[in-house]
């Protein structure tokens, strides 16, 4: 009966984790497609729109370290993903009552930094969690099911939002997206009720003890920030360029999908079928391979079959690169700084990108479709990196197989 019980507990756990990670990233399919059409709502220009989008990564990052660093030091995990949420949905309705460059532009800032460390608190309280049911030897908690469903909910709330969206003036959009804000920090607070803070008491946390392997978790950071942000040219001009090839919306919607159906399988299989952590550094590798291979390509300007083709490979140059560093520095940092080392990833990632996007600009201004090749050159270095780290890893590899 006790056994029941707990396999009880740990399938209710799973899925409150689940309705966590749908809730956390609902609002991303809602500001992606919509919010750059609410800024033009308020008369500012195409420069004004870029630099108030362009922005955020300083901001972002500071709130994510800041943030992750006091989740850890007193385990109010949950408490603090909560405030943030809820912080979000108020930027929004602040967002709502401004015009003019300057002022939208001061809202936005104080949005991104309330947004930023929500995703990385998440992936703290699920590996934290999932930690905690591997000691105590209950179920496995696989955390790339768990962090599937916020991209099945990025999927969902594209596709309803939009005929919603039909339906208000562009300068109502903020509106909804307040509405799905505020809804997602509810159903936030609700599923982390009865989870997480029970295991973290603000005054029993030991201090954090110095990292075992420094140089190993800044390979696997910067391996994983390169080839994520080699994602930078498709993610700014991939839509721009297979209009210029006469292709319509449809076709652009059809091919973005693509890629999200095909992240939202890999992190729904990759727990249970593809083995999870203990392929955490095999993950990171076939990213890179992936990522050069998506690269390489688009830059031959593919017809329509190619362009699919090389979406689809977005299931693994994306998500499997989402989850081998997410495992391995849950591994390599240990309990007490588990949420702090996805922030450090989601700050190098930050950064990174944003410098891609720069150069990106570039590159397609006087490449075209070969700057692909520059995205390749980026994601190669990063799988050199990784395997770096892999050679490094091997000892513990080994240990953990025998």
């Known amino acids: 009966m006790i056994h ?12 409150r984790l689940s309705v966590l990670t749908a809730a956390i990233y609902a609002v991303v399919g809602v500001q992606l497609p919509f919010f750059s059409l609410w800024l033009n709502s308020r008369g500012l220009s195409a420069t004004e729109i870029g630099a108030i989008l362009g922005t955020p990564p300083a901001i972002r990052i500071l709130s994510t370290l800041i943030a992750s660093r ?70 496995p908690l696989h955390y790339s099911f768990v962090r599937g469903w916020g991209s099945v909910s990025i999927l969902f709330f594209m596709l309803t939002s939009g005929p919603i969206a039909n339906m208000l003036p562009n300068s109502a959009l ?34 954090a003890e110095r990292l075992a392997r420094p140089a190993l978790v800044a390979t696997v950071i910067f391996a994983a920030a390169l ?35 095909t992240e939202v399988a890999f992190f729904l299989m990759a727990g249970r079928w593809f083995g999870g952590e203990n392929r955490a550094i095999a993950f990171l590798l076939a990213g890179g391979v992936a990522a050069i291979i998506r690269w390489v390509t688009m830059a031959g300007d593919p017809g329509t079959l190619g362009i699919f083709a090389a979406q689809a490979l977005h299931g693994v140059s994306c998500a499997a ?15 007490s700084r588990i949420a702090q080392a996805q922030g450090w990833l989601a700050a190098a990632n930050a950064g990174t990108i944003s410098v891609a996007t720069f150069g990106s600009g570039m590159l397609y201004e006087r490449y075209g479709e070969s700057g692909y090749l520059g995205m390749a050159a980026m994601a190669a270095a990063g799988l050199a990196l990784a395997a770096g780290a892999g050679f490094a890893l091997r000892g513990r590899l080994q240990e953990a197989a025998a």
Not at 4 to 15: G, H, K, N, V
Not at 80 to 93: E, H, N
Not at 184 to 199: C, K, M, N, T
């Open 227 to 261: 080839i994520q942000s080699s994602h930078a040219f498709v993610g700014a001009f991939g839509s721009l360029h297979w209009k210029a090839m006469g292709h319509d919306e449809n076709f652009v919607s059809l091919a973005w999908s693509a890629s999200l159906v």
């Open 321 to 335: 690169v989402q989850l081998g560093p997410a495992y391995l520095l849950a591994s390599l940092c240990g309990g």
């Open 4 to 15: 029941l019980d707990q396999q009880a507990q740990d399938r209710s756990e799973e899925l």
């Open 174 to 207: 903020v509106w909804l997206l307040t509405a799905v804000a505020f809804a997602a920090a509810g159903a936030a607070f609700l599923a982390l009720r009865e989870i997480v803070d029970v295991s973290a008491h603000e005054d029993a946390r030991p201090p």
């Open 70 to 139: 006091r989740a850890d030091r007193t385990g109010r995990h949950a408490a603090i993903l909560v405030s943030y949420a809820a912080a979000s949905g108020f930027a929004y309705v602040l967002l709502g009552f401004l015009h003019g460059f300057l002022p939208i532009l001061a809202g936005v800032l104080l949005l991104v930094f309330a947004q930023g460390p929500v995703g990385i608190l998440g992936d703290g309280i699920i590996l934290g969690a999932a930690q905690r049911r591997r000691e105590a030897g209950h179920t």
